[in-house]
Structure formats: structure tokens, C-alpha cells
């Protein structure tokens, strides 16, 4: 079995508005990405957070982990199983520009209303991470739950 382990951060703005990256080919998702071995998985998601969206991040806490398998045959590179180990933070802008990554995973980035969040095209860990949020942010107004 492959292991891979990524770190992720919500970064939600004063306007209520959640930054999200754009996967080549597929769906809106966090920012963040895989770790490189020896990496800590706060400076791992520092690094994506600039590298995906040319923002400087300070994060502000983690909220989850979320592990799954995706089996061999639904895999589109590498024939054996692969475990996810996602460390989910939140965050905050603390200098940078929006700039969308150059060579990378992702084509675009940009800011959401949390609540139109639902009606996107995004990843499973958006759905889980947002759930994660709401339960860490009591009495805050999210998407629709």
C-alpha cells in the first residue's frame, strides 16, 4: 500500500468568504498538498498555502484528520492502494497576493461566499473540512449544513 500524507488550511476571511484552489482537471478544494518526507505537516501546509495561491498563511489551529484508501483500481497513477492522511488547519492571510500557481496541481484560485460553497464542484475534503469548521466555530454562520 502507498502512504501519502497532505495538510490542508481553512482560510475564511472577514467578508465570510472561504479561499479556495482549483485542481487541474477536477474539482474547487483547499489549499494545500502532499508533505515532503521529513516535513512537518504545519510547514507543509504554510508552503502549499503560498505555493497554491501566492498568499503568506499563519495557521491558527487544527481543526481535523481525515484518512482514507483509495483502492488500486480507482487510482490514476500507481496500480497498489494509496492511504490518505489529511491534517486539516485553519489559518489567516498575513501578507502575499493572490497569485494563481504556475506548473503545479492547481489552475486557479480564488475567494467564495461560504455559503455558495455547496453549490460548487468540490472535493469530499471541502465537505469535510467545512464540517470540522462549523463544529470548531460555534454560533458562526456557514454554508448550509
Keep these: ?40 505537516p504545519e510547514d507543509a501546509c504554510s508552503r502549499e498555502i503560498t505555493e497554491e495561491t501566492g498568499y503568506k498563511g499563519k495557521l491558527t489551529g487544527l ?4 484518512s482514507h484508501v483509495i483502492p488500486g483500481k480507482h487510482r490514476t497513477s ?25 506548473d503545479g496541481s492547481t489552475d486557479d484560485v480564488g475567494w467564495f461566499p461560504l455559503h455558495e460553497v455547496p453549490d460548487l464542484d468540490h472535493s469530499y475534503l471541502l465537505s469535510f473540512a467545512l464540517g470540522r469548521y462549523r463544529a470548531a466555530s460555534p454560533g458562526q454562520p456557514l454554508a448550509a449544513r
Design 1 to 40: 500500500m502507498d502512504y501519502r500524507p497532505a495538510s490542508y488550511a481553512v482560510i475564511v476571511n472577514e467578508r465570510r468568504e472561504i479561499l479556495l484552489s482549483h485542481w487541474i482537471g477536477g474539482h474547487w478544494t483547499l489549499p494545500g498538498g502532499g508533505m515532503d518526507p521529513g516535513e512537518h
Design 63 to 66: 481543526i481535523g484528520v481525515n
Design 78 to 102: 500507481g496500480t497498489d492502494d494509496l492511504q490518505i492522511l489529511q491534517f486539516v488547519y485553519t489559518a489567516e492571510i498575513v501578507g502575499g497576493a493572490m497569485e494563481v500557481e504556475v
